[in-house]
Structures are given as structure tokens and as C-alpha cells.
């Protein structure tokens, strides 16, 4: 009886080592899953260079650069009246140009082109 008793102790035992070892496995697996997951979705950094008509003041500025920033994975904007120009740090993983086409317009001006460059041009920087 001792002897059924013991080997049935040890089967457990066995069993429960299976299972832990198949959930860690489970856990490996799905650590690996997110980490896949994470590099895919890495952020390109770009400059988008926005020619814009219809401004003509500082509160224009303010107005299409609030709007431009408002958008998820825009890291700056900036619009200058007298460039005609908005300039739009952003991560194009997660957002594109026509959100801020979209943007520009919904706030009644006009987008005449709309120029990505990479963000290691360092003269693509938006400023003020």
C-alpha cells in the first residue's frame, strides 16, 4: 500500500512539473508574440512640409498648428504665415498625411502640396 501510495505522490508530482513547465513555455511564447508585435509597430520618424493658402496672421499659426497637433503620433507642428507653411513631426506608424490634409481643411485654409521627408534631414525640423 505504501508503494501505491508513493507512486501515485510521484505521479502528481510529474504531472504538476509538466504543467508548469508547458505554461512557461505558453509565456515564453507569448513574451515573444509581444516583443514581434513591439518592433513591427516601431516608429518612423518623418517631417511632413505642408504648403498651405489662406494664411495671413499669427492666429492662423496658432489654429492649423493646434488642429495638426491634436492628431495621434504628431510629435510638433508648427505653421509659419509667412512661409505659407506648416511643418509636422510625426510617426508615420500611426498617423498620415491626409489626417493632416483633413485637419488643415476642416479649419477652412486650402493644403496646395504636401512634401514627407525623412527626420534625419535635420533642415526638415519643424520651426516657428
Known amino acids: 500500500m505504501r508503494k501505491i501510495s508513493f507512486l501515485l505522490i510521484l505521479m502528481l508530482i510529474i504531472a504538476a512539473c509538466n504543467n508548469t513547465a508547458n505554461t512557461d513555455q505558453t509565456n515564453t511564447d507569448q513574451t515573444n508574440t509581444d516583443n514581434t508585435e513591439a518592433i513591427q509597430q516601431e516608429a518612423v ?37 509667412t512661409e505659407q507653411q506648416a511643418k509636422v513631426k510625426f510617426d508615420s506608424s500611426k498617423a498620415d498625411i491626409e489626417e493632416f490634409k483633413a485637419a488643415i481643411e476642416g479649419k477652412g485654409y486650402t493644403v496646395e502640396s504636401i512634401e514627407v521627408v525623412e527626420y534625419t534631414d535635420q533642415s526638415a525640423e519643424p520651426t516657428e
Open 45 to 81: 520618424i518623418e517631417v511632413a512640409i505642408i504648403t498651405v493658402s489662406g494664411m495671413n496672421c499669427g492666429g492662423c499659426e496658432t489654429t492649423i498648428a493646434g488642429a495638426l497637433n491634436e492628431i495621434d503620433g504628431v510629435m510638433d507642428a508648427k505653421a509659419s504665415f
